[in-house]
């Protein structure tokens, strides 16, 4: 009796220690969903095909998924009479998209594999390709994310740096997520794509000093001192293609956001943003590996979670 009790505690323990650590691995579906990776592939071709921006706009819904209760895919959830999700806190709200593309994808994957791939995986993937679309760098996406039945649009609220971030404040932000500092840096380089709205970016053009002056009134042009506050400027001046412009622009003093420009302004980033404006491979490379590690913020594994149907709403 003493040795079957002993069996059955180690077996409980051995259980939670696979609980605790649980292991995405990039071969995951590799026999419950060969064709995934083609399938995602081809979807985020069309899309970015159809509107280049998409490939921003994804990479922007996996960082804000990613930086709340981990890559969970909660972003995704939509608000109901009994639910609040994040689509609606201050940095999601009327700004994030794409949603319609994650659905697409998982829509085909459920028609090929049945509901065996989470939604976090398919918006991992698709981020990557993306960016690869978009001229980036690629990675080996880990995978075995599970999705959350919750999401908290206060932490959304509370814990997406802002637009208005001090460099201090990017940094213990990051950090409070497991990223350096120097990760920090090369994810902000993920503004190489993409545009952002002039409410984002009105106080830097109109009222701070370390810009360039020509730089600043060109971006009046189309965003004015007041109104217009869902008018669009490109984060640099090649914002479909991914590249090292971005630490350019910082270096040159244009970076479109407040937080930026916080990069390259006299602080402990400067060096980094001066190797990655005339070293694109260096940035590729961080750009890269921070991704991988970003997207191995808190994934729910084994039976945490579930893996949703439908993207938008749980099981």
Request: glycine fraction near 8%; aromatic fraction near 8%; include cysteine.
């Amino acid at each position: 009796m003493a040795n079957f009790r002993n069996i059955v505690i180690l077996s409980f323990i051995a259980l939670l220690a696979c609980g605790v650590n649980a292991q995405l691995s990039s071969t995951f579906y590799s026999s419950s969903c060969p064709n995934l990776l083609s399938i995602v592939r081809t979807a985020m071709t069309q899309a970015v095909n159809r509107e280049a921006r998409l490939g921003a706009s994804i990479l922007r819904l996996f960082f804000h998924d990613c930086f709340v209760n981990g890559c969970d895919a909660s972003i995704l959830l939509d608000d109901t009479a009994n639910f609040t999700g994040e689509k609606n806190a201050a940095p999601n709200r009327n700004s994030a998209r794409g949603f319609e593309v994650i659905d697409t994808i998982k829509t085909r994957v459920n028609a090929a594999c049945g509901n065996v791939v989470s939604c976090a995986d398919i918006l991992a993937l698709a981020t990557r390709d993306g960016v690869v679309l978009l001229g980036g760098p690629t990675w080996t996406v880990p995978l075995g994310r599970r999705d959350a039945r919750t999401a908290s649009q206060s932490a959304a609220n509370s814990q997406i740096p802002s637009p208005f971030s001090s460099l201090t404040t990017l940094i213990s932000m990051f950090q409070a997520k497991g990223l350096t500092a120097r990760e920090m840096t090369a994810l902000s380089g993920g503004h190489t794509i993409g545009f952002a709205r002039c409410s984002t970016f009105r106080t830097r053009i109109y009222n701070e000093t370390n810009i360039d002056a020509t730089f600043a009134r060109t971006r009046r042009a189309t965003c004015p001192a007041t109104g217009g506050d869902t008018n669009l400027a490109p984060l640099d001046q090649t914002q479909t293609q991914f590249d090292n412009n971005y630490y350019q622009n910082l270096v040159n003093r244009r970076g479109l956001l407040h937080s930026d420009q916080e990069l390259f302004n006299g602080g402990s980033q400067d060096a980094l943003v001066r190797t990655y404006s005339t070293n694109g491979a260096t940035f590729s490379s961080d750009f890269a590996s921070a991704m991988v590690n970003m997207g191995n913020i808190s994934p729910l594994t084994g039976t945490n979670g579930e893996i949703r149907n439908n993207c938008r709403r749980i099981n």
